[in-house]
């Protein structure tokens, strides 16, 4: 009932509202049309009547009353003459069993005026309703006699009787037809926002897989895309979340489990105490860095990042970082060929764009082989800066390329996990690259290197 509690309050609410509307309508349409027809009754009576007073004078007193015969004859109307008004009386004036009379001693009085009256009252003798028409005939000395002419408002309303069942049948018929179209119609918009309410109720409850089938181009439909790509997004967000856990759980697992094993050792002096110190120092810098790149991706993907952007001279950047690696070119046996153009500036963070440099350069070393080269190669390219650092180490396979930039990923976990990686360095170099408002590319060929290329906007002076 909950579920389709809205539903049902707006096939209600519809049916309520347009059923009084087509009942008004028919009861109104009813009304004036028996109102106009009565009218047109009385129109008639009027006419007819006004045309046989108009002839009163042509004709002889009997030559009249057979015009009065024919008249009553040929109206379904009740035609009556008396040259004494005050006699008219239960459809027969002259009975004088007959108390009540049909006309009042008010209504004489405007016949003595000269005007004619329209009456709807009861019969005093047959105890029916009618509808009456009573026209003075005036002569020198004034009222001299009057026509009464009547009929039965049943005989007015019969005609009614089978329009009011006709009436009856259509507003029914129409009261069924509205309740099921109206149906569908709430159902059309009311069944796209019962499954995006449970569908979002799902994802309240955590799951992220339930979605909105609605196939339409309205906006019920794009709202449903949209929550669509709401949990999507966050089912993205839930598995990546659930993936961090899970590699942030083994990356941690074995250095503890390495201090964990070289304390029971030491304990037990099983083995030297230099050999257990340098092993703590080593596994907890390699926590230390874990964390500290942790923290850094963390802070780059939501977009809180502290980002000092200034026009920079970015081969001096470069130079500055490559001097740094000095020693670890040394104990590699690797040369870094350098082709900087050094008119090239841009707009950005100086350290954050070291720590991109950095992370590529340390990478090209470490995957090197001995006595390689590195190519250190920066140029301008339709107002880009392009910096591409090349090496010719191991390579990539074709496969893990697009993957090399998520977190924790390794192409080769001993090698990595051996020389200390943490496998989030290329996952920061793409954020920082980012929100410089460049893009990353990576190309790699197993045995023959890997270049990597950070493109980001040139400084242009206003």
Do not use: C
Request: glycine share 6%; proline share 3%; charged share 25%.
């Amino acid at each position: 009932m909950k579920k389709s509690g809205l539903k049902q309050r707006i096939w209600m609410s519809f049916i309520l509202l347009i059923s009084l509307t087509v009942i008004a309508i028919f009861v109104l349409t009813y009304f004036l049309y028996e109102k106009f027809y009565v009218e047109k009754q009385i129109s008639l009576l009027q006419h007819h009547g006004q045309a046989v007073v108009s002839q009163y004078d042509q004709f002889s007193e009997d030559e009249f009353i057979d015009q009065i015969v024919w008249l009553d004859t040929v109206l379904e109307a009740n035609v009556i003459f008396t040259k004494d008004p005050m006699l008219l009386s239960g459809g027969l004036p002259f009975e004088i069993e007959i108390e009540e009379t049909l006309i009042t001693f008010e209504e004489r009085q405007v016949l003595l005026k000269g005007e004619t009256l329209v009456l709807i009252r009861e019969h005093p003798r047959f105890a029916q309703d009618i509808v009456a028409v009573v026209i003075p005939i005036e002569g020198i000395n004034g009222l001299e006699a009057a026509l009464f002419l009547y009929m039965p408002l049943a005989t007015v309303y019969e005609p009614f009787e089978s329009i009011r069942f006709i009436l009856i049948g259509l507003v029914l018929l129409t009261l069924i037809f509205i309740s099921v179209v109206t149906r569908k119609i709430t159902g059309y918009f009311i069944h796209p926002i019962e499954q995006m309410m449970e569908v979002t109720n799902q994802m309240a409850d955590g799951d992220f897989s339930k979605r909105a089938n609605i196939n339409r181009k309205d906006e019920l439909g794009q709202l449903a895309t949209s929550i669509n790509r709401m949990s999507s997004s966050l089912e993205q967000v839930e598995l990546k979340r659930r993936e961090l856990l899970s590699n942030v759980s083994h990356e941690l697992r074995t250095p503890i489990s390495y201090m964990k094993g070289y304390t029971e050792a030491f304990e037990e002096e099983m083995i030297s105490q230099e050999k257990y110190i340098n092993t703590m120092k080593k596994e907890t810098a390699y926590i230390g860095r874990l964390v500290h790149d942790l923290l850094d991706l963390a802070q780059l993907e939501g977009d809180s990042y502290p980002i000092t952007k200034v026009p920079l001279p970015f081969a001096q950047v470069i130079e500055d970082v490559v001097q740094k690696f000095e020693w670890n070119v040394k104990e590699k046996k690797v040369t870094i060929k350098k082709e900087l153009d050094e008119e090239i500036i841009v707009e950005g963070d100086e350290d954050r764009l070291a720590q991109v440099i950095s992370n590529v350069l340390n990478n090209a070393i470490r995957y090197s082989k001995e006595h390689g080269q590195i190519n250190v190669v920066l140029n301008s390219i339709n107002n880009e800066a392009v910096l591409s650092i090349i090496d010719k180490g191991e390579g990539i396979p074709e496969e893990d390329v697009e993957k090399i930039t998520e977190r924790f990923y390794r192409v080769n976990k001993g090698r990595t996990r051996k020389e200390g990686g943490t496998g989030l360095g290329l996952a920061i170099v793409q954020q920082i690259v980012k929100l410089h408002g460049g893009r990353l590319t990576i190309e790699s060929t197993v045995g023959r290197g890997t270049a990597v290329t950070i493109i980001i906007p040139v400084f242009e002076l206003e």
